[in-house]
């Protein structure tokens, strides 16, 4: 039962943007989405897996980016999504 639940918490850590249209349960309550930054369409589970990829792996290197002129996350440059509000 613990390696099943690992196994749940690792899969919504790296698909949680793109099960809620775009949205994370904390993402809802900050009103706040996922979207492609071409078309405007919700974040989808590829999008997803892309973005937090970069977050889990390289977190510091990801969180440095924050701080850059456009204020993106390496993981959404890469995977070619924004966050706005919703």
């Given at each position: ?16 943007d793109g099960l809620l249209e775009g949205q ?63």
């Amino acid at each position: 039962m613990i390696v099943f639940t690992f196994l749940v918490g690792i899969a919504y850590l790296f698909l949680r943007d793109g099960l809620l249209e775009g949205q994370s349960v904390g993402k809802r309550i900050l009103r706040i989405a996922v979207v492609d930054n071409a078309s405007g369409v919700s974040c989808d589970l590829k999008g997803s897996l892309i973005r937090n990829f970069f977050i889990v792996t390289f977190l510091f290197i990801d969180l440095f980016y924050l701080v850059s002129k456009l204020r993106q996350r390496l993981g959404d440059m890469v995977a070619d999504t924004i966050v706005i509000k919703a």
